[in-house]
C-alpha cells in the first residue's frame, strides 16, 4: 500500500509539478488586512466591533482558510485630517486589502493610493464619484448614493413634491450627494429649489443664519445631508425655531437612522426634536445568521470597548466584507496566489521629508486578489454578497422609516429591483418579475412634523420671493376677454379667469403682480406687448394675443383656449327647392295657428254681423263660407277709397265715435266684404 502512494506521488509531481508547489508554499501561517476607521463614530465603532467579529468566526472554522490565520491592524483616524495616519497605516504593515474608510473624503485619497500599491479597499463610502473605473482597486461594499438618493426623490415624488431645500455638509461626501440626488430629482420632474452647504466646524449662530434663509425659501421639503453630530444639532436648532411644526418635511439620509440603530440610548429631548422626520436605511434582509450575529453582539461589543454601540446596518456590510476578503483569499490560494511585496522606487521623500514612503511596499498580486473578490458570491448577513460589472452591490434595496414616539416605524421599501416605492419586502419581490407601474406603489400612513395625520402640501409663498410682472392688455372692445376695473382696480374677463385656475392646479407657489398695457380708451397694439415681453419689461402676458407665426419665433405661447377662424356652415338635411319651397319657413303647428286665427276672425264677424247684415244670412253653407272669405280677404286683399267711406257710414250709424279716423285704420287692418260693402 505504502509502494502505491509513493508511486501517485512521484506521477503527480512530473504531472502537476507547479501546482503541488504552489499549493504547499502558497498559504502562509498568518495574513494581514488593514482598516482605517474613525472609531468615535457610530458607524466607525460599530464597524470595529464587526472586523473583530468576523475575523473570530473567519479563524474560528478551519475549513474557510485552511488553517491561514486572518489578522486586522486596525487604524484610527479623524476624517477631517486623517491623512498622515492613514500613510503611517500603509507604511507599517503589508496588508493585502484594506476595510474602510467610511467617509468619502479620505475614501477618495487612499483609492489613489490603494491603486499605487495594488491593494484592495474594501469601503462603506457611498460617494458616487468614487467609481472603480477611475479607481479600479475601489471596491464599494456598500450602496451607493446613486440608490440612496433614487429612494429619497421616490418619496419626494411619491407624495407629489416638486421641489425641496437641500441642506449639506460642505464637503466631497455633502456636495455629491446633492449632486446625485438632483438626478434623481430631474428624472422625476422635480427640482432643488435652493441648497445651502456649511462647512463641518460651523458655529451655531451660522446654523441659525442658515435656518433662518431656509424658513424664508418657498419649498418646506427639506432635505438633510450631513453626519451625524452637526444633522443632530441642525434639528434641535430649527426645533427651537418652529420648524418642525406643521407644513414642514423633513427627509434626512442615511446619517439619521445609522446613528438611532447603533445608539443604544438616545436622549430624550434629542428624539423629541425629531418627531415626525422622516429617513432611510439601507435594507437587511431578515436570517438566520443575521439573529445570530445580533445575539451575541452585546458581549461583542462589550470584549472590544464599544459597550454602548449596538448593531447597525453599516455593521452588517463590514463583518461581509471581511467574509468576502476571506473567501476571495482561499480562491486566491486555490489558484496558486503567494502573498508578496517589493518597494517601488518613485516611492520616495524629498531631501528633509519625514513621511518615509519608500517604506510603502506594492502588493505583487494584488490584482489577481481584487479579481477573486469581485467574483466572490454568497449569502452574508447583509444578504446576497454579489458584485455587477459596475463593481456594484446587486439589488441595493433601502428602509423608508419615519420618527414616531420614542422609536421609528417602517412605512415601506425601496427596492432598485422595480426602483417603486412598495410595502412589500424586497427580498418578496425578487421572486417576482419586475412591475415597474406606478400604480403599485404604496407606503403606510405617516405622522408629519405638528402630529398631524394629513400629507403637507410642502410650499409656502416665500417672503423674499421675485414677483413676476405679468401684463395685461386694457382693451376698449371685448371687454369680457380682459379689462381693467376702475373702481378696484383688478384686472378682470376670461383670459384672467383661466390664468388664475391654471395657477391653482400648480403643486408649487408662483408670486405675481398684473400690470395693465393701454390707456382703456382705445385697444393696445399687441406687438409691442409682446415685444415688451420679449425685452424682460414683463415677464410674461395675458390675453386675446393671436398666436402668429412671427412671435412663435421670439416667444412660447400657451396652448391656445379661445377658438378663432373661418367658419362652413352647412345643411344637417336636405332642402325642398320645388314650388312649395314657400311652405318650409312655417312649421306645421304655426299653420294650424294660422288657420285658428281664421277661423276666429270669422266667427267674431258673423256674431256681430248675421242679425243686421243681410249678407251674413242665408243657409248655414252660405254663411259658412261667407264668414271664411271675409276671414281671407281682411288678410290679402288691398281695398279701395269707398270701402272708407261705408266704414265712416257704419261707424256714425253703430259707433257714434267721434275720432272715426283711429277707427278706420283699425277696420282698415280688420275685415271688409267680400263685395266691396263694409259690415
Known amino acids: 500500500m505504502k509502494i502505491v502512494f509513493l508511486m501517485l506521488l512521484i506521477v503527480s509531481l512530473f504531472l502537476f509539478p507547479n501546482g503541488i508547489r504552489k499549493s504547499l508554499a502558497a498559504r502562509p501561517s498568518v495574513v494581514s488586512i488593514g482598516s482605517i476607521l474613525q472609531f468615535n463614530s457610530p ?8 472586523i473583530h467579529a468576523a475575523l473570530e468566526d473567519i479563524n474560528s472554522d478551519p475549513t474557510v482558510l485552511n488553517g491561514t490565520t486572518l489578522q486586522v491592524d486596525m487604524r484610527d483616524i479623524n476624517c477631517d485630517d486623517g491623512f498622515l495616519g492613514m500613510v503611517e497605516g500603509f507604511m507599517e504593515t503589508d496588508a493585502i486589502a484594506i476595510i474602510g474608510p467610511q ?32 479607481f479600479p482597486f475601489f471596491v464599494r461594499t456598500a450602496p451607493s448614493d446613486l440608490y440612496e438618493m433614487a429612494a429619497v426623490a421616490a418619496v419626494v415624488d411619491y407624495y407629489q413634491w416638486k421641489m425641496v431645500t437641500a441642506i449639506y455638509i460642505d464637503d466631497d461626501y455633502g456636495r455629491n450627494g446633492i449632486a446625485a440626488l438632483d438626478d434623481a430629482l430631474t428624472a422625476r420632474r422635480c427640482k432643488i429649489s435652493y441648497k445651502v452647504g456649511f462647512p463641518s466646524n460651523a458655529k451655531r449662530s451660522e446654523l441659525l443664519n442658515l435656518l433662518v434663509t431656509v424658513s424664508n425659501m418657498e419649498s418646506r ?32 439620509t442615511d446619517w439619521l437612522s445609522a446613528y438611532l440603530d447603533a445608539n443604544s440610548s438616545v436622549p430624550a429631548e434629542t428624539i423629541n426634536g425629531m418627531q415626525g422626520v422622516l429617513t432611510v436605511s439601507p435594507h437587511i434582509p431578515k436570517s438566520k445568521m443575521k439573529s445570530n450575529l445580533m445575539s451575541k453582539w452585546s458581549s461583542l461589543s462589550k470584549k472590544y470597548n464599544h459597550s454602548d454601540l449596538r448593531l447597525s446596518a453599516y455593521g452588517f456590510y463590514v463583518y461581509d466584507s471581511v467574509w468576502a476578503v476571506a473567501r476571495a483569499l482561499d480562491a486566491f490560494f486555490d489558484d496558486g496566489g503567494r502573498i508578496s511585496f517589493k518597494n517601488d522606487s518613485r516611492l520616495r521623500d524629498e531631501t528633509g521629508g519625514s513621511l518615509h514612503l519608500e517604506a510603502m511596499s506594492v502588493f505583487d498580486m494584488g490584482k489577481k486578489l481584487l479579481d477573486k473578490i469581485r467574483q466572490v458570491n454568497f ?11 459596475l463593481g456594484e452591490l446587486i439589488h441595493p434595496a433601502y428602509d423608508i422609516i419615519s420618527i414616531i414616539g420614542n422609536g421609528v416605524r417602517t412605512i415601506g421599501f425601496w427596492s432598485n429591483y422595480t426602483r417603486l416605492l412598495s410595502t412589500v419586502l424586497p427580498e418578496d419581490l425578487y421572486l417576482k418579475p419586475p412591475n415597474t407601474s406606478l400604480a403599485n406603489q404604496h407606503l403606510y400612513d405617516v405622522i408629519w412634523p405638528g402630529e398631524t395625520a394629513q400629507k403637507p402640501r410642502g410650499w409656502v409663498f416665500p417672503s423674499n420671493a421675485k414677483e413676476l410682472i405679468i401684463g395685461v392688455p386694457n382693451r376698449f372692445s ?28 400648480l403643486p408649487y407657489p408662483v408670486t405675481y403682480r ?5 390707456s382703456g380708451t382705445e385697444n393696445p397694439n399687441y406687438d409691442q406687448l409682446v415685444q415688451k415681453v420679449v425685452d424682460n419689461e414683463f415677464d410674461a402676458a395675458i390675453g386675446d394675443i393671436v398666436i402668429t407665426m412671427n412671435r412663435t ?27 312649395w319651397a314657400f311652405l318650409q319657413p312655417f312649421t306645421l303647428r304655426m299653420w294650424c295657428v294660422t288657420g285658428l286665427f281664421f277661423l276666429v276672425v270669422g266667427v267674431v264677424i258673423w256674431v256681430l254681423e248675421h242679425r243686421i247684415n243681410d249678407d251674413f244670412r242665408g243657409s248655414p253653407r252660405q254663411q259658412l263660407i261667407t264668414t271664411v272669405w271675409f276671414s281671407f280677404s281682411t288678410l290679402f286683399f288691398a281695398h279701395s277709397e269707398k270701402h272708407y267711406e261705408h266704414i265712416r257710414t257704419w261707424c256714425s ?16 287692418e280688420s275685415y271688409f266684404h267680400p263685395n266691396g260693402a263694409t259690415t
Open 43 to 50: 458607524t466607525g465603532g460599530v464597524s470595529a466591533v464587526a
Open 653 to 668: 250709424d253703430h259707433m257714434a265715435i267721434c275720432c272715426f279716423d283711429h277707427s278706420i285704420q283699425l277696420y282698415r
Open 103 to 134: 467617509c468619502s473624503t479620505l475614501a477618495h485619497i487612499i483609492s489613489y493610493v490603494a491603486n499605487e500599491l495594488q491593494v484592495p479597499l474594501m469601503s462603506l463610502a457611498s460617494d458616487a464619484t468614487l467609481s472603480s473605473i477611475q
Open 514 to 518: 398684473f400690470e395693465a398695457f393701454g
Open 553 to 579: 419665433q421670439t416667444l412660447d405661447f400657451t396652448q391656445p383656449f379661445i377658438e378663432s377662424g373661418l367658419v362652413i356652415l352647412a345643411p344637417v338635411k336636405k332642402h325642398i327647392t320645388n314650388s
Open 221 to 252: 421639503v427639506i432635505i438633510l445631508r450631513t453626519g451625524a453630530e452637526p444633522g443632530l444639532k441642525l434639528l434641535s436648532l430649527a426645533n427651537g425655531l418652529n420648524m418642525m411644526g406643521n407644513g414642514y418635511v423633513w427627509i434626512a
Open 478 to 505: 371685448f371687454k369680457e376677454f380682459v379689462t381693467l376695473d376702475n373702481a378696484t382696480g383688478k384686472m378682470m374677463g376670461y383670459c384672467i379667469d383661466v390664468f388664475t385656475q391654471a395657477l391653482f392646479l
Open 379 to 389: 449569502t452574508g448577513v447583509s444578504g446576497q454578497v454579489q458584485f455587477n460589472a
